[in-house]
């Protein structure tokens, strides 16, 4: 490296980081911010009961809500980097309340979490820039709803326009199954979140997630990851938040993952420059690869859990570095990020009745120790007064292998799941089944 390039690097790491959230997602975050070169101590609000597992980590007890208090810890610890995990503080401005004060976040502001935050916002962004996406409709009655099923005569896709905690998305067997699901939105199942509702062409293909790390202008692209969103083997049973992940997904290549930062997520930068929107955070790209090629079928303005869980170990000891960057909008001027050449596998251990009414309260023992390819991911954790280990979520841990195979690192990720125990466990024992040939769950 010359030293004119040494020079215009960003020199200041990020020493003390806190990170916003309580899930697997937050957690993962914790481990790789923890593994990052710099970094002297990490606080997480309110964290979960793996939060104190980590080197350098601590958890504070304050509600991703509560900006008052996020800003005053921001000041009491001297936080360099704050990092918000989910979408839901992002789409009410905590990013904007805390760069008010200074603060380099690494998460959108109000404006650019829309992408998320309302569905209809983001197909208007991807169709003024012919971003490839599935028609759509907008429709605020049942009467203009039926007249469009009526003429469409096929199954539609409905989705509520606003954030509903990833349960606002119908898609249909038949046009019976539109219909009564646009008849369930307009009932007001989903408050205001369902005022608004899109109608959408049904498309067909596998699924991948892709994840940018932007700093307004510029962009680093990770492994493309696919999540298993569904409760049951074979993609059975209802929806959930995911049950399992893997990456890097084999079926986007190189090449492929090339065309999709060009025609994908780079025209959606300048779209939301275009805004006037300085978009300093993850960009999700959730994609359907059709027999026409990549489609968005929705953005997220966070990352994908469980995808972070399988994502975050592959990254190298710059993640801190590179997240400041692009807080900071500099990722021209700082270390490029390493990614490990493995596979590496993400299995979800959740709790019965999970994803409608997690049983929560049950004492969790584990028999294993981490180690340098196996990580334990909390997310529906916590400690009783007693200091156990309890259950407290639906989705309860991660457990993450790498490999050089995807069968190395999912015959390690499920040999260790039979070392933990709780009440009802409950997990799908084909995660990652694309890229498995060994099924010894
Ligand atoms: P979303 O909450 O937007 O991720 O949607 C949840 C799931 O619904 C996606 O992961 C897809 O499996 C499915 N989905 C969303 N939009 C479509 C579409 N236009 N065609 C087919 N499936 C879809
Ligand atoms: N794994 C899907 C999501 O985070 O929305």
Not at 178 to 206: H, M, N, W, Y
Request: proline letters at 5%; charged letters at 25%; a negative charge.
């Amino acid at each position: 490296m010359t030293n004119l390039k040494k020079e215009n690097q960003v020199n200041n790491h990020a020493k003390n980081i806190l990170i916003v959230g309580s899930g697997g997602r937050e957690n993962a975050l914790a481990w790789g911010l923890s593994h990052s070169d710099g970094v002297e101590k990490i606080f997480i609000a309110p964290g979960n009961g793996g939060s104190r597992d980590f080197d350098k980590c601590v958890s504070i007890d304050i509600a991703t809500s509560d900006v008052d208090k996020i800003k005053n810890e921001c000041k009491l610890n001297k936080i360099d980097l704050v990092v918000i995990g989910p979408e839901a503080p992002l789409a009410s401005g905590l990013a904007d309340k805390l760069r008010e004060d200074n603060i380099a976040v690494f998460g959108p502001g109000k404006d650019g979490a829309q992408l998320e935050a309302s569905k209809s916002w983001a197909k208007d962004l991807m169709n003024k820039v012919q971003i490839p996406t599935a028609k759509h409709w907008e429709i605020e009655n049942l009467n203009e709803a039926l007249t469009i099923i009526n003429e469409f005569k096929k199954p539609l896709v409905v989705k509520v326009d606003g954030l509903a905690s990833g349960k606002g998305v119908m898609v249909p067997k038949n046009i019976n199954e539109t219909i009564q699901a646009v008849k369930d939105v307009f009932s007001g199942k989903f408050g205001d979140a369902g005022k608004r509702v899109i109608l959408e062409e049904l498309l067909q293909g596998p699924e991948v997630s892709i994840f940018a790390l932007c700093d307004g202008e510029r962009m680093v692209v990770l492994p493309p990851a696919q999540d298993h969103k569904r409760l049951k083997e074979g993609d059975q049973g209802p929806n959930t938040g995911g049950m399992g992940a893997y990456t890097p997904a084999p079926l986007i290549n190189s090449t492929e993952l090339a065309t999709i930062r060009e025609s994908i997520l780079e025209p959606t930068i300048e779209a939301l420059k275009s805004r006037g929107i300085n978009y300093r955070g993850v960009i999700y790209a959730g994609l359907m690869i059709t027999s026409s090629g990549p489609q968005v079928i929705e953005y997220n303005c966070r990352f994908g859990d469980p995808e972070c869980q399988a994502l975050i170990p592959l990254l190298g000891a710059e993640l801190a570095e590179v997240l400041l960057a692009c807080a900071l909008g500099k990722l021209d001027q700082c270390s490029k990020l390493s990614i490990k050449q493995k596979c590496s596998a993400c299995v979800v251990a959740a709790a019965s009745g999970y994803p409608e009414a997690p049983i929560k309260g049950d004492p969790i023992t584990i028999n294993f120790e981490p180690n340098e390819s196996v990580q334990i991911f909390h997310a529906g954790t916590q400690h009783d007064k007693d200091g156990t280990l309890i259950t407290s979520g639906g989705r309860v841990l991660s457990i993450v292998s790498q490999g050089d195979s995807f069968d190395e690192a999912f015959s390690k990720a499920y040999k260790i799941i039979k070392m933990i125990d709780y009440d009802g466990i409950t997990y799908r024992k084909d995660i990652g089944h694309q890229v498995r040939k060994e099924f010894n769950a």
